[in-house]
T-cell receptor
Framework: DAKTTQPTSMDCAEGRAANLPCNHS???????VYWYRQIHSQGPQYIIH???NNETNEMASLIITEDRKSSTLILPHATLRDTAVYYC????????????FGTGTKLQVIP | GAGVSQSPSNKVTEKGKDVELRCDPI?????LYWYRQSLGQGLEFLIY????????KSGLPSDRFSAERTGGSVSTLTIQRTQQEDSAVYLC??????????????FGPGTRLLVL
């Protein structure tokens, strides 16, 4: 599995866009980028994933660079409930799927 | 529909005792993962089951840890002769793993284990 690198922590003002970066420079062509988040004392929750095109859903947007070596998760209007640890991982499509969750980015949304 | 469930939600045990943690995955999901999360830490991979294939046990920290998955559904993680350092939240996740990006993991709420 490709490794990912994320900042340890970030702050964001409530109502502002939160932009969380992730580097995955060794990603291979058939690996997807997945984002999860973990709110305190809960299990991780899926947010979004993508292969090479930008993706958007009701929770967030995912911007993947053209060379696929990095991506950014965007929460367009952060709320206090978005305070969580955000994990960026890469995962093969199909077949064996052991993935590695790093320590993620601790996002603190500030009132 | 029903998500991943785990039981018990909390478990307090004495050092040296055995414990069993249960995971009920989402129906139809072929892949099942166990992770451990110590306080303030990231997720530590323990074991992975995929269909009828041999499980990947490479993350199990010692031979005191074992897991099985019966009938491709329910999984049990067993810790024998528990130690205080086993105290953590044990998370289970299942995934449909149908390819084409359908590898999303759906996590249960976890079992909080405290070894006294």
């Amino acid at each position: 599995d490709a490794k990912t690198t994320q900042p340890t922590s970030m702050d964001c003002a409530e109502g502002r866009a939160a932009n969380l970066p992730c580097n995955h420079s060794t990603i291979s062509g058939n690996e997807y980028v997945y984002w999860y988040r973990q709110i305190h004392s809960q299990g991780p929750q899926y947010i979004i994933h993508g292969l090479k095109n930008n993706e958007t859903n009701e929770m967030a947007s995912l911007i993947i660079t053209e060379d696929r070596k990095s991506s950014t998760l965007i929460l367009p209007h952060a709320t206090l409930r978005d305070t969580a640890v955000y994990y960026c991982i890469v995962s093969l499509s199909g077949g064996y799927q052991k993935v590695t969750f790093g320590t993620g980015t601790k996002l603190q949304v500030i009132p | 529909g029903a998500g991943v469930s785990q039981s018990p939600s909390n478990k307090v045990t004495e050092k040296g005792k055995d414990v069993e943690l249960r995971c009920d995955p989402i129906s139809g999901h072929t892949a099942l993962y166990w992770y451990r999360q110590s306080l303030g830490q990231g997720l530590e991979f323990l074991i992975y089951f995929q269909g009828n294939s041999a499980p990947d046990k490479s993350g199990l920290p010692s031979d005191r840890f074992s897991a099985e998955r019966t009938g491709g559904s329910v999984s049990t993680l067993t810790i024998q002769r528990t130690q205080q350092e086993d105290s953590a939240v044990y998370l289970c996740a299942s995934s449909p793993q149908r390819g084409r990006g359908q590898e999303t993991q759906y996590f249960g709420p976890g079992t909080r284990l405290l070894v006294l």
